[in-house]
C-alpha cells in the first residue's frame, strides 16, 4: 500500500469491513469492487439489498465490532446519509475511532489518519460523488498515523474514556 507522498506503507492492515443502510447502499457497491483493486481484503456487513425501511445501526454496529475486536490490524467504512449517526454508532465500541467525511475539505481525511490513528471512516452519501468517496477512501488508507508522543498521549486518553465514561 502506498500512502499519500508515495511511501509504501507496511502496516500489514488491508481488511476492510464495510457497512451501510439504505442510503449509501449504492456507493458502498461501487466502493467494494474499488478497494478490491487496491488489494484489500473485504468483508461486506450489509446491507445487501436496497430496503429504504432499514436502520443503520443494524450494519455500522456489526462493522464497529469488528474493528474493535481487531483494531490494529482492520479497518472500516460506513456510509449512511450524512455518516454523522454512522459515526455515532461507531464510536460507541471501545478502541473505535471514527472520522466523518461528507465533502468539502479533503484534508480532515489526511488529519484524522495522522493525528487520531482514525479505523473506522464515515462517509455521508449523500453529500459526495463516488469519485469524491474513492478519492477520500484512498487517502485515508494511505495515511499512515503520525505516531507523535502527543498524539499517541491524547488517543490513549481518548480510548480509556471508553471503559470509564459511565461510572
Not at 460507541?92 to 475511532?97: G, P
Not at 461528507?102 to 464515515?122: A, F, M, P, Q, T
Not at 484512498?138 to 508522543?149: A, D, I, R, V
Request: aromatic share 8%; net charge positive; glycine share 8%.
Amino acid at each position: 500500500m502506498l500512502c499519500s507522498d508515495g511511501r509504501r506503507v507496511s502496516n500489514g492492515v488491508n481488511k476492510i469491513y464495510i457497512g451501510t443502510d439504505h442510503a449509501g447502499f449504492e456507493l458502498k457497491e461501487k466502493l467494494i469492487p474499488f478497494l478490491k483493486e487496491l488489494g484489500h481484503e473485504i468483508v461486506d456487513k450489509g446491507a445487501y439489498e436496497y430496503n429504504e425501511k432499514d436502520d443503520y445501526p443494524d450494519f455500522i454496529s456489526q462493522v464497529a465490532k469488528e474493528v474493535s475486536r481487531d483494531p490494529n490490524n482492520s479497518k472500516g467504512i460506513v456510509l449512511g446519509g450524512s455518516g454523522q449517526g454512522e459515526a455515532m454508532i461507531s464510536d460507541r465500541f471501545k478502541n473505535v475511532r471514527t472520522a466523518v467525511y461528507y465533502g468539502g475539505n479533503i484534508e480532515v481525511v489526511k488529519l484524522s489518519r495522522e493525528h487520531n490513528d482514525s479505523n473506522i471512516l464515515s462517509l455521508g452519501a449523500r453529500f459526495i460523488t463516488e469519485e469524491q468517496a474513492k478519492t477520500a477512501v484512498k487517502l485515508w488508507l494511505n495515511t499512515p498515523f503520525s505516531k507523535e508522543e502527543k498524539h499517541t498521549r491524547r488517543i490513549k486518553k481518548i480510548d480509556s474514556l471508553g471503559s470509564s465514561a459511565s461510572k
